[in-house]
């Protein structure tokens, strides 16, 4: 028992000793274990002092009890023993005292005189450590009716949208620190007037030679029609200027040159373009591109005879002044 008391009292003064060290030594991030191995070697060198300690003390005490008289002997080994006993006394009390439990000798005081079939009811009190539960959740509840039933404390609904809503500002912030995360299926329409000067300056340095200023088309195609060779939107126009057109046809892939924020930029320029009708336009080519998540323009109901109907729904294209002045 005493051997196993010496080996914890090490091992705690180690553990001690450790965490301390820890505590005193700045060294940033990383454990000062790591940073300075040395502090190993002042381990081992305690972990020696407190076995060492431990040893002359049980000597010590060793020596002295020898000393003692028989009687004095049995004296002392008696007070050891009670103070073996009394170790964590405080708890071993606290406990008893909060199940205030009746030992089974004394159940007799207790027995209730029904009696089912030889099975007899003991009238125990109840727990002191249930009583005090009870009591704080009584206290709980009046601490939370008058917090937000009374005034007007965030309940969960709210607590969500204020999560929400704070995550949603990091993530704009995050975007508008990592604007070269985006791809051609991130990508979104820049509005901001700075964000279509920038693309315009990448427009005007790269691109006027085959498209234009005006964007009307010399050796690239029309881009301010409602025509697209490989889509219109700012999805698959970012694609285009990416990846570059077919093979051939002389529209290179800007990935290697332009980076994926400055791409977005002369996208979301070459979108203000559309509909500008300029007097050196190109003629259309490719399809007219119709984006399929706007919203329906026309819906058409016909009747056709008593018992059917026919749904006619058209997607007008992104402009549709162009077309209607067109026809
Ligand atoms: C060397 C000439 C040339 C340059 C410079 C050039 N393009 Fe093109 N571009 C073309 C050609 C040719 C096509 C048609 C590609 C095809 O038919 O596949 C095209 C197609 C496009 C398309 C798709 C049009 C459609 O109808 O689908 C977009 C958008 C476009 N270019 C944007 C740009 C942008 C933005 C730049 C500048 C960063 C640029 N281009 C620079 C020649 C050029």
């Not at 009390?93 to 009696?115: F, G, S, T, W």
């Not at 070269?180 to 509005?191: H, K, P, S, W, Y």
């Amino acid at each position: 028992m005493k051997t196993t008391a010496s080996y914890l009292r090490v091992i705690g003064f180690i553990i001690l000793a450790f965490f301390l060290l820890e505590l005193i030594i700045d060294s940033g991030d990383q454990w000062a274990i790591v940073k300075y191995p040395i502090i190993w070697a002042v381990l081992g060198m305690l972990f020696f002092f407190a076995i060492a300690l431990e040893i002359i003390v049980a000597a010590l005490q060793r020596v002295l009890f020898d000393g003692l008289t028989g009687e004095a002997q049995e004296r002392y080994l008696l007070a050891e023993k009670m103070r073996e006993d009394n170790r964590f006394g405080w708890f071993k009390r606290k406990y008893k005292e909060m199940l205030d439990a009746k030992p089974v000798a004394k159940e007799q005081e207790i027995v209730l005189d029904h009696n089912y079939d030889g099975i007899r009811e003991l009238d125990n009190n109840l727990p002191p450590w249930w009583v005090y539960m009870f009591y704080a959740t009584i206290i709980f509840a009046a601490v939370y009716l008058v917090r937000y039933h009374i005034f007007d404390g965030t309940n969960q609904t709210e607590e969500y949208e204020i999560e929400i809503a704070q995550a949603k500002a990091e993530v704009d912030e995050y975007k508008k620190n990592n604007k070269d995360l985006i791809d051609a299926n991130t990508v979104e329409l820049l509005t901001d007037a700075g964000d279509i000067e920038a693309g315009k300056s990448i427009y005007i340095a790269n691109c006027v030679a085959c498209h234009k200023d005006s964007g009307g088309g010399g050796i690239g195609p029309n881009l301010t029609d409602d025509y697209w060779i490989l889509g219109g939107g700012i999805k698959n126009i970012f694609h285009t200027i990416s990846e570059g057109g077919r093979a051939g046809k002389g529209m290179i892939a800007w990935k290697t040159d332009l980076k994926p924020s400055e791409m977005a930029q002369v996208a979301s320029y070459v979108m203000t373009l559309h509909g500008t009708n300029p007097v050196d336009a190109k003629e259309p080519e490719g399809d007219i591109w119709v984006d399929e998540n706007a919203p329906v323009d026309n819906v058409d109901v016909k009747v056709i005879d008593s018992t059917t109907i026919k749904i006619e729904m058209t997607n007008d294209p992104v402009i549709d002044d162009i077309q209607a002045e067109g026809k």
